[in-house]
Structures are given as structure tokens and as C-alpha cells.
């Protein structure tokens, strides 16, 4: 079980790292720590699983009010991006029409962008920025 209990450790701790420390496997990577120690000890296999499951929830438990503490007192900035919602800008060309992609002007930028039902409005008419999906400009006519 020793080989086992390490890869989870390295597993967990890999995953926490790739996630950017947001705190997502932290716990089973503890749990994983005393597990370890138990197999070290010769503690019995299933026990060493009750005691991982355990001391992760137990972590996770004893954490969960400090962490949503710290990440609720983040506060949430909004992106060059997303300061485009709710600003009115210009059909400029239409891309494609069977997707119902055009591209629009808004604040001297140039995006792509769809209507929430996919109709394409007409080149020169306002539109409203509503939303942003991935990379476009979900608006509606104004």
C-alpha cells in the first residue's frame, strides 16, 4: 500500500499545483500523509482506507468555513472584457449566416458576435452587448 499511498500524494498535490492552489485536493493529499504513516506502522489495508477517507473529510470539514471565508473576501474585477457588457456598439459585417456570426464594433474594438436566437441583424444597425461567451459577444438590438 506504500506505493499506492504515495501516488495519491503526488497525485493530489500535481492537481492541487495544475488547479493554481485553489485549494481543490489539498485534503486528500493530507489524508493521503496519514495513510501513509498508518502503512509505515502496519496498520491493516482497511484500515488505512477508513483512515485516509476520514482525516480527508475531517480536513475538508475543519477548512471549508476558513475557505470560503478567504474566498468570499475576494473580490471579483472585472476584465477589460466584461466591462464591454451592457455598452452599445455597430454590426459591422456579417460572417456567416447559417451560425448566425457577425462582427461588431463596440468601444473602437472589433469582436465576433451572435443574438441569444441566432437572426442576424442588419450591417450598420445598434446593438447591446449582453453577455460574453468564450470569445463572443452575445448581443441583442437596440
Known sequence: ????????????????IATQLQLVSVWAAV????????????VDQTIQ?????AVTFIML????????????????TPTNADMN???TGKVTKIVDTSAGLFRVSVAGADWS??????????VGSDIR???IEGV????SSV
Open 129 to 131: 452587448v449582453e453577455r
Open 61 to 76: 470539514a475543519l477548512t471549508r468555513p476558513f475557505v470560503r471565508r478567504m474566498t468570499n473576501s475576494i473580490k471579483n
Open 31 to 42: 489524508g493521503g500523509i496519514v495513510a501513509l504513516i498508518t502503512d509505515v506502522c502496519g
Open 113 to 122: 458576435a451572435v443574438t441569444q436566437d441566432r437572426s442576424i441583424p442588419e
Open 49 to 53: 482506507i477508513i483512515i485516509f477517507f
Open 1 to 16: 500500500m506504500l506505493g499506492i499511498w504515495l501516488t495519491v500524494i503526488v497525485i493530489a498535490v500535481a492537481f492541487e
Open 136 to 139: 463572443k459577444l452575445v448581443v
Open 85 to 87: 457588457i451592457g455598452r
